[in-house]
């Protein structure tokens, strides 16, 4: 398919997947006994994303098999950053069956095993900075919903990625922080670091697209 042309076609798929998405989400929200945001950026901007980096994502000449592949986790962690934004929470409804396929997709790679154990590492670290920070400053420093997202990483992107991932989301979640602190002009409050670590995740699994 005409390599203009491609691209064009799978942002109008992902601005549709970005509103059932979003219809998901609020769905998903009413489970958790939560009342869905009405707001133009909680509304509009999943389908929004999804269009942009569904379009991004075939600019580059892969499979369409692994293009769909990719798409479907792009959805995921678009998922993840609005809904965490909105609730302050990460489903586990949303992160077990992604990890699930995530698992499945690992054993394809080379050696089959480091998906695995990449996960397993991920997402040992950091439960580790969970219980950690819990027991030094006597509230949730990281939650649970975060160490899910971090095993999923693992297992989605492999070993260097997800250090990468890691270092950009962590990064990021610290730009964004001071400038809470700064704005706030205090030091109280936390941010929800979920989102990040997904736009670290999203970054890394693009990059990893124009490497093949």
Known sequence: MNAVLLPILWAVVGAAA???????????????????????????????????????????PISFGLLAVRSVFVIVLVQVIFFDFEHRLILDRVMFPSMALALIVSLFHQPWWAGIATGLGAGGLFLLIALIGSAIFKAEALGFGDVKLAL???????????????????????????????????????????PYLAAGALTVLFQLGRGQ
Do not use: D, N
Not at 154 to 179: E, H, M, N, R
């Open 152 to 194: 999923f990483m693992g297992l989605l992107l492999g070993p260097l990625p997800t250090i990468q991932a890691l270092f950009y989301g962590v990064l990021l979640a610290g730009i964004v922080s001071i400038g809470y602190i700064i704005w706030r002009r205090s030091m109280k409050g936390t941010i929800a670091y979920g």
């Open 18 to 60: 970005g509103w059932v998405m979003r219809w998901g989400s609020e769905r998903l929200a009413t489970l958790e006994e939560l009342e869905p945001g009405h707001k133009a950026w909680q509304v509009y901007g999943p389908p929004i994303v999804c269009a942009i980096l569904f379009g991004l994502f075939a600019i580059e």
